[in-house]
């Protein structure tokens, strides 16, 4: 095992050291950002550190899934729902296209499960299986994130179309879909429903840090979409959420947070061309904002990767 590690450790140490000179040729006192749109808060105050276009309303695709997951924490703290409670897949909720956990229609999945899939692995199925469970239907779902909008304070013109921030083009052939209008946020209504989220329910961290979940009820194992987290290709230290998104319509987005001695920060970036691109402009911001050390960054970058391949390598020498 020790072999291996040294190996894999020299490999990322080399891609490590162009890395760094790639950054250092990066940095300047303000980000260049060529995302359509995005910002920067402390989440802590609210205020605004950088923004570009960030009251442009833009589809947000899978980063909606926040006010899902704010409505299913409001009917928990409520005691209208419980973790534990079981949750049958409809069929349009089994069937419902993008990121998936794979249930079939009629298969029963706990709340819990459902609610980390959606929050790590940004299934869509189990979005759908919440909302008709908690409303009835996705439509009457709809309805409620559009009355918490309201209450949270997004912009008057932000709306939500269904519970996965898929495009009404993507939910074509579903009767029983909500796919009326298109989902349309601007950057800075996605950072205050982060804020929000963070702020109401912290225990959103406790999932949304995971890189990959496994559920009991069904022998599967769902990795995050979050690549900023530990371990994974675009780390940054102190990331531990939050919500990634795309659609053709979208681009790809992300939506993440980071905790560095003590104070937090929320990224938005919207419309990225690439699924890597929207990390390496988060990354700008939150270089910006906490002044990060290109250096010191691609050393925690091989840190990570080498505890994460001597993780995986022990569970496998183990199993």
Sequence with gaps: MKKWLLVLAAAMAAGLFVMTASLEGRRGNVPEITAKSALLIDAATGNVLFERRADELLPPASMSKMMTEIIVFDHVRKGELQWGDKVTASPYA???TGAQIGFGAGETLT???LFEAMAVHSANDAAVALAEHIAGSEREFVRLMNERAKEIGLSAEARFGNATGLSPSDLAGFAEAA???ETLLTARDTARLARYLLLAYPEI????RRN???LTSLP???ASTNQMLPGMPYAYPGNDGL???YTERAGYCFTGTVKQNGRRLIAVVMGTDTEQARFVEAEKLFRYGFDTKPLHL??????????????????????
Excluded: H, N, P, Y
Excluded at 205 to 208: A, E, G, N, V, Y
Excluded at 300 to 309: G, K, P, T, V, Y
């Design 205 to 208: 961290l406790d999932i949304s």
């Design 94 to 96: 089994a069937a419902v």
């Design 220 to 222: 599967v194992k769902l």
């Design 111 to 113: 709340v819990r499960e």
């Design 179 to 181: 796919a009326d209008e």
């Design 212 to 214: 990959a979940i496994t």
């Design 298 to 319: 691609a050393l925690f970058r091989l840190e990570s990767r080498i505890q994460f391949a001597a993780s995986a390598l022990t569970s496998m020498w183990t199993a």
């Design 243 to 245: 919500k990634t998104g």
